[in-house]
């Protein structure tokens, strides 16, 4: 049985980092993209970045692209988003996920290609 299990969101002010991580277990770890995804009130559940299995390849939109960082420690099985110069629209839950299908040199950015996810966690970025 796959869990996924976020921590590190919490109340920060505009400029500031913080750092989430995601802790995996009940797959081979390393064998899976993971992806991180946030959700605003009213708004659809978005993309935020993502990583393949070995951890070679990154994806992140625009939006986040230059402050937001991710990793991943397959010997520990958890995945980490830095975010930094956090901004008031980055306020929202942000949830891991582990992607349906086994691939190293998959990193998805579609909400579809992700079959588990966590119960998310909550930043909020105040001005």
């Known amino acids: 049985q796959v869990q996924l299990i976020e921590s590190g969101g919490r109340l920060v002010q505009a400029g500031d980092s913080l750092r989430l991580s995601c802790a995996a277990s009940g797959r081979t770890f390393s064998l899976y993209a993971m992806g991180w995804f946030r959700q605003a009130p009213g708004k659809e559940r978005e993309f935020v970045s993502s990583?393949?299995?070995?951890?070679?390849?990154?994806y992140y939109p625009d939006s986040v692209k230059g402050r937001f960082t991710i990793s991943r420690d397959n010997a520990k099985n958890t995945v980490t988003l830095q975010m930094n110069s956090l901004k008031p629209e980055d306020t929202a839950v942000y949830y891991c996920?582990?992607?349906?299908?086994?691939?190293?040199?998959?990193?998805?950015?579609?909400?579809?290609?992700?079959?588990?996810w966590g119960q998310g966690t909550q930043v909020t970025v105040s001005s």
């Open positions: 990583i393949n299995g070995s951890g070679g390849q990154t």
């Open positions: 996920a582990l992607a349906s299908v086994g691939s190293t040199t998959w990193a998805p950015r579609r909400r579809l290609d992700y079959g588990y």
